[in-house]
């Protein structure tokens, strides 16, 4: 089945870790995104890639980094430079162009204790 | 800067009421305006608008669009408890990118 899927659903890390949360599309999208989302409130965009080795920050770049090597893939990681990383990450996809939905993975919880 | 607000950020009705959730927005480059219902994980996409005026519908919810005031509604009539989840509003503006408002948490008690 085409979709989108993220891995670990749940991660634990300590302070002072870098943790890297893959995100892997095979619905052929040229488009696809990074959201976090914090209790209780909307998602704000990390990272977005629109074509492969290219990609922009969104409104809450710092402390994060992403690649884009291949089409179907879009790893993110949280460095140790985000000061607040517990959070709810969510991962999309869209074909380029076309205005229309996202489509989501299942999210992945960190947790950092 | 742009951005989008929903309004309000929660509410709680009981089972059977009719409820309205607001979006407005400032973006520049408008293309469209998305709603998503968000149960426990990814968000499920309810409805598109793009033009002014024109409702969408789907069952018990509809929503619809006003470009010129910056602003959209999603209202769900005769509520159930499955209906109750963050209800997103997001704008897709210029180059595809969307713009979330803050959600609104909608409890539905029997």
């Known amino acids: 089945d085409g979709g989108i899927t993220q891995s670990p659903k749940y991660l634990f890390r300590k302070e002072g870790q870098n943790v890297t949360l893959s995100c892997e599309q095979n619905l052929n999208h040229d488009a696809m995104y990074w959201y976090r989302q914090d209790p209780g409130q909307g998602l704000r965009l990390i990272y977005y890639s629109q074509i492969v080795n290219d990609f922009q920050k969104g409104d809450i770049a710092e402390g994060y980094s992403v690649s884009r090597e291949k089409k179907e893939s879009f790893p993110l990681t949280v460095t140790s430079a985000q000061k607040n990383p517990t959070a709810f990450y969510l991962c999309?996809?869209?074909?380029?162009?076309?205005?229309?939905?996202?489509?989501f993975g299942e999210g992945s919880r960190l947790t950092v204790l | 800067e742009d951005k989008v607000v929903q309004s309000p950020l929660s509410l709680v009705v009981h089972e059977g009421d009719t409820v309205t959730l607001n979006c407005s927005y400032e973006v520049t480059n408008f293309r469209s305006l998305l709603w998503y219902k968000q149960e426990k994980k990814a968000p499920t996409f309810l409805f598109m608008l793009?033009?002014?005026?024109i409702e969408k519908k789907s069952g018990r919810l509809s929503s619809i669009l006003d470009k010129k005031e910056l602003f959209s509604i999603l209202n769900i009539t005769a509520t159930q408890t499955g209906d109750s989840a963050i209800y997103l509003c997001?704008?897709?503006?210029?180059?595809?990118?969307?713009?979330f408002g803050q959600g609104t948490r909608l409890t539905i008690n029997p």
């Open positions: 997001a704008v897709i503006q210029g180059a595809q990118k969307l713009v």
């Open positions: 999309a996809s869209s074909p380029t162009g076309y205005t229309g939905e996202l489509f």
């Open positions: 793009t033009s002014s005026g």
